[in-house]
């Protein structure tokens, strides 16, 4: 999953540039993504998410085992 928030599940959305001319190209906006190793102390291990910034601020506020559990409820967890 190239590009995806594995917490959040933000991918790229799409937009346009837009010239002073207001002539209109495609272009991509993407996520603030960010590779992060993270500690278990439950399962006693390491594991590596590519999360967005937003999403690690949720972990910082509601602890990591619930947001991973929110996250594989929702289906965004690989």
Known sequence: MARVCQVTGKKPVTGNNVSHANNKTKRK????LQKKRFYLPEEDRWITLKVSTQALRTINKNGLLNTLKKAARKGTLS
């Open 29 to 32: 906006f993407y996520p603030n």
